[in-house]
């Protein structure tokens, strides 16, 4: 996994590396955006994490994850903003298949 300096770098890398599609959360799920179509959760892997913070601020402001949905067998990309993430939920997400 690269380590990224920027959003736009992250991007581009996942880009880069066929992360193609745009995902967002649906909930639990995801939702797999030009296809308009519902990936459920344990049907997805985070396959890459990026964290980034807002300039002047310490705390993460949102991340940058490469996704898989293994059923559709797809590549794309979710960017997650938050205030303070969730580690339970973050954590379940990155080992859901360790």
Not at 9 to 31: M, R, S, T
Not at 39 to 54: I, R, S, Y
Not at 78 to 83: K, Y
Request: aromatic fraction near 14%; glycine fraction near 8%.
């Amino acid at each position: 996994m690269n380590l990224y300096h920027s959003e736009v770098e992250a991007i581009d890398g996942l880009h880069q590396k066929g992360f193609i599609y745009d995902f967002q959360f649906d909930g639990i799920d995801l939702l797999w955006v030009q296809g308009k179509l519902s990936v459920k959760a344990g049907n997805f892997m985070m396959l890459e994490a990026h964290e980034f913070t807002d300039e002047g601020k310490e705390e993460t402001a949102f991340a940058i994850y490469g996704v898989l949905a293994i059923e559709h067998n797809l590549k794309g990309i979710l960017i997650d903003h938050f205030v303070q993430p969730s580690p339970v939920f973050c954590n379940r997400l990155l080992n859901q298949y360790v």
